[in-house]
């Protein structure tokens, strides 16, 4: 079993995971750190390094079998599991991703969204009928969500991510501009669209201060 | 001038730029490094640290000057220039998109939108015409396009992006689930969702194994 993972691995595995559910995808029984790596713009004894610290062993000559690899990969992100998603904040971003359709269904299943303007409330986004804000302590008393996922503007981020947060939810994927304060508990992964943007100006102004540091993300 | 920013420093920039924004806008003249540090959740030292890397004066007993700091990083992060960007492919993320209000819009202008399913063709989305994709290239010979939005099924995006590359653009914000191979003249963000929701259901599964070091992203 793996006892530590380090950060840059572990932002590693989503991209090692879409490379072999692609192999798989194509019956591919094997491969190489090489052909992996290259894959991946990475070394091959990067890839190496990493197959080694998530415990995944080669076979000598023909490589890493992709099934094992993929689904050990797949347990070890907590995928294999199916975890429920609430939408707060039905704007322009909250809407696609409710229609989202690249989500491993399997994975991740969002069961209701929500939003405080009149207006939006009992229309229909998808396949989910819009509920109240209001309605969300009732709705999690009744039912669990692992995930809420934040879409809603920054004012009333954090405030909702507590309330949220008191009645059960651990995981938070936000798309609000805020940092959350939240305990220990709560897992947070935030994307920050404004300062990925900025980031991306950033290299646009200095192409040679960066460079292969990308895959270091 | 600064020389060189290590790739941590600068993936912090966007954060700090944000702070200093919200103290601008409340009035604040300096902020001293131990309240950056803690609207930051970072410690007043490493806030010291990159303010130094970035070439940034504190002025003793008072902080570092807001305005000062603020158009500095604004600067070196090449905002300060307005940049245009062309979204291709308008399913439900191009649109939000189109719509994202938080973009600082004197930096971030979109200029056009693209689709190639006729029935999106002529459409409007927000205060945009969704243009034909095969109108690309002569859109690009008549006016210059300094980002792409890539919002296209993955099948696509590495030879659209190869086109793009090859019609002058050189900036890529990357939505779609591959990791282009462009010239090292191009500057590649992805915002890869699903695999941003992998990594929070890691964070979910190993709550003991991160910790603070979702700062360090």
Known sequence: MVD???????????????????????????????????????????????????????????????????????????????????????????????????????????????????????????SQIVRSADGIESFLKAQKADIAVLTLPAASAQAMAEKLYGLGVRGFWNFAPVDLHLPGEAAVVNVHLDESLQLLSYRMAHPDMWGAAEKEE
Do not use: W
């Open 4 to 126: 530590f993972i380090p950060q840059p691995v572990v932002k590693r595995l989503p991209m090692y995971y879409r490379y072999l559910k692609k192999l798989e995808s194509e019956g591919r029984m094997f491969v190489s750190s090489a052909a992996l790596a290259e894959m991946a713009g990475l070394t091959a004894s990067q890839v190496r390094q990493d197959m080694n610290i998530l415990g995944g062993e080669g076979c000598q000559g023909r490589g890493y079998p992709v099934g094992d690899t993929c689904r050990h990969i797949a347990e070890l992100m907590g995928i294999t599991r199916r975890k429920t998603m609430m939408i707060v904040g039905m704007g322009n971003l909250g809407s696609a991703l409710v229609h989202y359709s690249s989500f491993d269904e399997k994975s991740f299943e969002t069961v209701a969204v929500f939003d405080s303007d009149p207006c939006k409330i009992g229309t229909k986004v998808g």
